[in-house]
Each structure stands twice: as structure tokens, then as C-alpha cells.
């Protein structure tokens, strides 16, 4: 039972499902590779961190020797090849079971190399024996203060949605705040026994400017007094029932009504425990807890204000064991803030603040490894995510249990930045729709992504005919999956907004997690091998046309070529039922003009004008998408004079053609066309991967590479095609340049929500305000 989860535990606003009780190799995953170990210990809570290496399979393609290629053969080869990368692993469970957790990790550690474990937090001194003789490793101290701001540097840097206000009456109570790529400067109060207020400037620049002696220390002991309850959580559990304005004098008790004069409302306290010097009464112990609570917060908020004002900050986050997840603090410290800067500071909260000491001193330990020059992900296969805790809803979801909590984040492989054309990096929000905010949208989702489920794993199966475990290991996939989207109809802020994309992504993580690196694999190289026999000709076809025909057929073959998507229930219902199903049957399910976003004219008038410089093109599907649909497209761009960059996913989501496959298929699409041919030639075609794995797309996470070929080729056009990147991502998205948003809607319950029907189209053609596009009413000539 000392695994399980009888109940959930509190532990800083995060638990486990009631009916999980996890083995300890599902918490300590990893062991054996692990090396680099820290530890923080509170009065309660132990946060363990290390680094491990994870083997996993990735598919990699490789094209055949062209010289060698016999009619039927596939174009290129799949093969599945082991690669390692690097993982953090970061455990927090109670003091109780220190012991029990040291003695798993000591049976099972592999690693000798490893002679230190960083620690850090008031209690490391306490436990210093015990770790050493159970670890024989050395103890080595760092500085608690240092490593909360490392630990908290690093999480707002990784992790989007980090950061979240609190709104107890809101629909959902976690609003999510996307992190501004420049993190600095922020203030940082950190509420432990005392309060300390922290400026941090930059990376290793920070100073404490002020504190108070009044922190959750003093709720805690003057609680105690009051209310004879020793327990912290039992405190504010008290304090969620009671009724300050049975012990606290307000402004109308004084003055019968508000201060007017003063612009003083008649129910704010004028006095906390004004009321308690009444003789002859008795108060509640909730009332009493309720009344200290609003004092010690805002007295804290008023605080945290004033050093806001002083130093110019407006981004002031809150920490600390009195916060931690608890819905009653949270509340009360946004309600102060809120009051006392007049709504112009927002109180912001951390989905991983019971972390930041430990991720602090793994830092420290890991300074030669320099893990500050990576960008690093959240791995939601393995992160148990953010649980509501609030006493309202559960009144045994404080109780303290052996529950144990993971966050784990993958190193990438590329350093990820914004894309340098965003209008304002600051507020881009990736996501259309935020289903933690709309009930009956997350109720579709959550309800399609589960229809979804059998045809995924019967499609992972398939894509590993050799290996006969793979069954298995697909129906262990099918456990996660599934039991994370129960986590998330009752917890939708787990992982922070939950959006398609983090569905979808939070699939992916699954299937990764389970070896499964490319389902469709298989389905993309049979459907490139189709469609690229028809290219040429469709160029054929399109030389045939006038100017403006030409326009419209090369618009109308790129939406046609999208409906190609294994991700839409509807398509994919289609291409398993009718293999033959092609690209003029897809132009003929395309609605009619005019469509239901429909900027095709304005975007005609721009082709009549001078050509782009260069075009940012993020692409889609692999097979009749890319082939038949982008690259004629693309041909045309070329033949105008503009440069054309393709962005296309660094590893496999669905059936997206990744950065690998596309330099084949571009490779065979240039010996059987000039215009490509030549344009590979003279570096006018590049093609560059997004740094993305996700069918849909964050442009404020893109390969550094990418950003810089922004730069270099002065991008003044981006295109973004398909329903994941154009629809459920970056509809709303202000580029500093002219784009094109182009989709085929095929989902109906999505087309229903737009006003539109199945196979919609969206053509989204815009301009930023005040840029001015030259339009020349002269019709290029026909290129070859």
C-alpha cells in the first residue's frame, strides 16, 4: 500500500487518481540509466531529481540508390533504429516514505559513476546520514534560495503553460498565461514560514529586496492557538468553511455604510479581529481561521504590491509552502493583489512550484552538461499534471497519502524560439479554442479522441507486422491513453489549457513512450509512391491553362490535396473503405465558391502585383498533399521569382510528411522537373525542419535553424496549410508579414461550430495593418 493512492493526497495542489496504486518502478522509471541526482527536502514533502538516458525507437527513412530502382519498388526504405535521449525525472512524495524510496533507488542503481547528490531545503541536513549511508553518495548542500529561482527560470523557459492566474468563480479555475519569451525581469515572493521577495533580472541575476516575519509560518502557529488544530491542511480546511465577517470589523460596522469620501466600499475589513474584544461571545474555530487568513494575505498582498510598484514589475509570481496548489490561498492572495494595484498586477501561480528547489539543484549538478543551451519538453506520457485539490470538491482530498507525483521532460534536439514574424511574441496564443474553458467543445473532443482510439491501435500494430509483442505493446499504449483522457475529463487543466493540440500531442508522447514512433509510416510511403507518378502530369495539365485558371486550379489542387489527412475520422473512414479514392474525387467534395473564409480575390489582386521575396511554407500531409497539392503550388512561387523555404516536422505526427521524407521527395521531384531542379540547384528551394512533432503547430517553439532562415531570406510571406496548423492552431495567429491560412474543414462538428459543413474550405488571405502590398494590374506570362 505504500505505492498506492488510497486517497489523493494534497500534496502542493497535485494528486493521483484514487484508484491507481502505482509499482515503483512506474514512479522511479529509469533507474538504471540514471546518474545526476538531487534532492529537496521540506517539513512534509521530498522532491527527488535525476537524469537518465531513454532508449527508444525512431524511424528513420533512407532513399534507395536511384540507379537500382526497378518499376514497383517503394521510393525509399523505413527503418526503425534505436536512438537515446535524454530525460529529468522529478519525484515528490512525503517525508514517511524517505526511507522506503532511498532503499528502491539503492537496489536498483546501476549507475557507479554518480559520487554526489546535490541537496537542497530545510530539511537536508536532517536526512543527510540517512541519504549518504543509503546512497553512498556524498551530500553536498546548495544554497535554497539559489535554487528555487534556477528551478523556477527553468520551468517558466520550458514549460508553456507554466504560469496561471486563479479565478475560484471562473468556469475554470486555472488561466493559463503563455510564457513570454523573455522571461525577466519578474518578482518572485516566496511564502514559506516568513515571506521573501525576490527580484530576478537575468539567468544568475537576482537580489532579495524585502520580506515580512508575517508568512504561513504565522498562519500556521497563531492558527494553532486559536483554533487548537495543529494541522496545516486542516487549518485552511477550517478556514474554507468560516465567515470572516463574524470576527473582523468592517468599514459599515464603524460608519453604518462605505466611507464615501474615501472611496472606501462598506465591506472591506477595517479592523481583522475587530469584532473578537466583543465580551460575552463565543467565535467559531472557522470563522477565526477564515479571519487570520485574510490578514496574513493581505498583508502579504500589500506587500508584494508596494515592492511591484517600487521596482516597475508587473510579472510577480507566488511560491512557497503557504501556496502550493491550495485553491483557499491562492484565492485570497489574488484577491489582495487584485484590490491593492487596482487590477494592474495579476497574481500568478506555478503548475510545477512544489519543484522549483529540486530542479534548482539538479541545475547546479549539472552545470558541465550546460543544460540551460537545450530546450526541453514536458513528457506527458510520464508527468502526472496539475490536480484541482479544492476542499469544496473533495473533503478528503487533502488527506496526506503515499501518493506520488512525476514530472519527467525530454531534451530535445533542437533549440526552440519564436518565429521573428509574430506581430507580438507576447500575446500569441497557438490554441483557437481553449477546451478548459468550453464544456461542450472538451465533451466532443474528449469523446472523439476515444472513438479514435481503436483505429490507432490497430494502425501501430499493423506498422510493426515483424514484431510480435508489438500487440502488447499497443494495448499498454491503449491503458495510458485511455486513462489519460479520464484524467483529463475530470482534471482538464493538467497539463495546462487543454487544447486538440495537447490531446494530440499527448497521444504522440504515448505512443512514443510504447515504441511506437510512426505508425504511418508504411501508409505515407505507399501513398508518395502513388502520387508522384501522377506529377508531372499534373503540371502538364496546369501549363495548359490561362494565367488566372492556373491560379485557382493550383489554390483548388492544394485544398483537394488536403483532404488527404489519416488525423480526420471522416477521411480516414474513406481512404480504408476506398483505396482508389484520388485527387480529382477529393477536388469534387471541395464546397463551391464562394467558401466559407474566402480571401481568394484579394489574393488573386496580390499575384497581378510585383512577386513575394521569399514564402515560409509549413506543410502538411505526405502523399497526394505534398505532391500533387503544395509542390505545383510551390513550382508556380518559383517561376514568379520568389524564394520558397518548406517547413515540415522534424520527427513523424499521423501521416505529416517529415523534414527526412521531403528531402527524398524533393530529390525525385527535381530529376523529373526542371523548375525544381533548378531551384534546388541555386538555393532558391530550401527546405528546413519546423523542430515540431505535432500535427498541429507553435510558432513560438521553432528550430533556431529555422528562425535564422527567417531572417537571412527576409521571409515576407508565410503559408500555412491544414487544418491542425491553419484551424486548430494559429487561426487567430497576427504575422508581421502577409500570410495565406488555408484548410479544408473534416470534421463536422467543427465546420458546425464555424458555420460551415463538411469539406469547408477556409482561405484566409491577410495583410498586417498599415503594410502596404504594391498590386500591378499586369498578368505574368505563362511560365515554363
Not at 490531446?503 to 509512391?529: A, M, V
Not at 518559383?638 to 515540415?648: H, I, N, W
Request: charged residues 25%.
Amino acid at each position: 500500500a505504500m505505492w498506492g493512492g488510497q486517497s489523493s493526497s494534497g500534496c502542493a495542489g497535485h494528486s493521483m487518481d484514487k484508484s491507481i496504486t502505482l509499482p515503483p518502478d512506474e514512479i522511479f522509471r529509469n533507474l538504471e540509466n540514471a546518474k545526476r541526482f538531487a534532492i529537496d527536502i521540506g517539513g512534509s514533502l521530498t522532491k527527488l531529481a535525476y537524469y537518465s538516458t531513454v532508449q527508444h525507437k525512431v524511424a528513420k527513412v533512407r532513399s534507395f540508390d536511384h540507379t537500382a530502382k526497378t518499376e514497383g519498388d517503394p521510393l525509399y526504405e523505413i527503418s526503425m533504429q534505436e536512438e537515446v535521449s535524454a530525460r529529468l525525472h522529478f519525484i515528490k512524495f512525503e517525508n514517511a516514505y524517505i526511507e522506503t524510496c532511498l532503499d528502491f533507488i539503492k537496489d536498483h542503481l546501476v549507475n557507479t559513476d554518480t559520487k554526489v547528490i546535490k541537496a537542497t531545503g530545510g530539511g537536508a541536513h536532517k536526512f543527510k546520514d540517512l541519504i549518504e549511508k543509503k546512497l553512498k553518495l556524498r551530500v553536498d548542500k546548495e544554497d535554497e534560495m539559489t535554487c528555487l529561482i534556477k528551478g523556477c527560470n527553468f520551468v517558466l523557459r520550458n514549460i508553456t503553460h507554466e504560469a496561471f492566474v486563479y479565478a475560484k468563480h471562473a468556469d475554470s479555475e486555472f488561466r493559463f498565461q503563455n510564457t513570454h519569451p523573455d522571461i525577466f525581469p519578474y518578482l518572485l515572493i516566496n511564502i514559506g514560514s516568513g515571506v521573501s521577495i525576490f527580484k530576478v533580472e537575468s539567468e544568475d541575476t537576482f537580489e532579495r529586496v524585502g520580506g515580512s516575519s508575517i508568512g504561513g509560518g504565522t498562519f500556521w502557529g497563531l492558527g494553532a492557538l486559536l483554533t487548537k488544530t495543529k494541522r496545516f491542511d486542516e487549518l485552511l480546511q477550517l478556514a474554507s468553511k468560516g465567515q470572516h465577517t463574524n470576527v473582523d470589523m468592517l468599514v459599515k460596522d464603524i460608519y453604518g455604510g462605505s466611507y464615501g469620501s474615501l472611496g472606501l466600499t462598506g465591506d472591506l475589513i477595517a479592523s481583522s479581529f475587530g469584532k473578537s474584544a466583543t465580551p460575552d461571545k463565543e467565535f467559531s474555530k472557522e470563522d477565526m481561521a477564515k479571519s487570520l487568513l485574510h490578514m496574513i494575505s493581505n498583508d502579504i498582498g500589500q506587500l508584494a504590491c508596494l515592492y511591484a510598484r517600487l521596482h516597475n514589475l508587473t510579472r510577480v509570481y507566488f511560491g512557497g509552502f503557504f501556496i502550493r496548489g491550495h485553491p483557499v490561498t491562492m484565492h485570497t492572495i489574488t484577491y489582495s493583489i487584485n484590490f491593492f494595484t487596482k487590477g494592474e498586477v495579476q497574481a500568478l501561480f506555478l503548475r510545477h512550484e512544489g519543484y522549483l528547489g529540486t530542479i534548482g539543484a539538479f541545475l547546479k549538478g549539472a552545470e558541465e552538461d550546460n543544460p540551460n543551451q537545450y530546450s526541453w519538453g514536458e513528457n506527458y506520457a510520464g508527468s502526472s499534471g496539475l490536480m484541482s485539490t479544492s476542499p469544496d470538491l473533495n473533503p478528503m482530498q487533502r488527506a496526506r497519502s503515499g501518493t506520488f507525483d512525476m514530472l519527467e521532460m525530454d531534451r530535445l534536439e533542437r533549440q526552440l524560439v519564436n518565429l521573428p514574424l509574430l506581430q507580438d511574441p507576447s500575446s500569441y496564443i497557438p490554441d483557437t479554442v481553449d477546451l478548459s474553458e468550453d464544456a461542450l467543445a472538451r465533451e466532443y473532443w474528449l469523446y472523439c479522441f476515444e472513438e479514435a482510439l481503436d483505429g490507432v491501435v490497430k494502425r501501430a500494430v499493423a506498422s510493426q507486422p515483424d514484431l510480435p509483442e508489438a500487440a502488447e505493446r499497443a494495448e499498454k499504449f491503449r491503458h495510458k491513453y485511455q486513462h489519460k483522457l479520464q484524467t483529463l475529463r475530470h482534471q482538464p487543466f493538467a497539463y495546462g489549457s487543454l487544447t486538440v493540440r495537447s490531446l494530440l500531442d499527448t497521444r504522440e508522447h504515448c505512443l512514443n513512450e510504447f515504441n511506437f514512433p510512426d505508425p504511418y509510416s508504411k501508409i505515407k510511403q505507399g501513398e508518395n509512391d502513388l502520387a508522384l507518378k501522377y506529377f508531372q502530369k499534373a503540371v502538364k495539365s496546369l501549363g495548359e491553362l490561362s494565367w488566372e485558371q492556373r491560379q485557382f486550379a493550383l489554390v483548388r489542387g492544394l485544398l483537394a490535396g488536403n483532404v488527404f489527412d489519416w488525423g480526420a475520422k471522416a477521411v480516414s473512414d474513406v481512404l480504408e473503405s476506398d483505396p482508389e479514392f484520388g485527387f480529382e474525387h477529393a477536388k469534387l467534395q471541395l464546397e463551391e465558391r464562394p467558401w466559407l473564409v474566402d480571401a481568394y480575390d484579394q489574393w488573386l489582386k496580390r499575384l497581378k502585383g510585383p512577386p513575394h521575396k521569399c514564402a515560409l511554407f509549413f506543410v502538411d500531409n505526405s502523399g497526394i498533399d505534398i505532391i500533387l497539392g503544395v509542390f505545383p503550388f510551390v513550382r508556380e512561387l518559383l517561376c514568379r521569382g520568389t524564394e520558397v523555404v518548406l517547413a515540415s516536422n522534424s520527427s513523424p505526427a499521423l501521416n505529416d510528411v517529415t523534414n527526412s521524407e521531403l528531402q527524398i521527395l524533393t530529390e525525385r521531384i527535381a530529376a523529373m522537373d526542371l523548375v525544381i531542379q533548378s531551384a534546388v540547384k541555386e538555393d532558391r528551394l530550401t527546405l528546413v525542419q519546423s523542430g515540431s512533432s505535432s500535427p498541429c503547430l507553435d510558432l513560438s517553439r521553432l528550430d533556431k535553424v529555422l528562425a535564422g532562415v527567417v531572417r537571412e531570406r527576409h521571409v515576407d510571406l508565410v503559408i500555412i496549410e491544414g487544418m491542425g496548423r491553419a484551424i486548430h492552431t494559429n487561426y487567430y495567429a497576427i504575422l508581421s508579414c502577409e500570410s495565406l491560412k488555408m484548410a479544408v474543414i473534416k470534421n463536422s462538428w467543427l465546420a458546425d461550430r464555424l458555420g460551415g459543413k463538411l469539406f469547408s474550405v477556409v482561405f484566409k488571405y491577410e495583410v498586417p495593418p498599415g503594410h502596404k502590398t504594391t498590386t500591378l494590374d499586369h498578368v505574368p506570362v505563362t511560365p515554363s
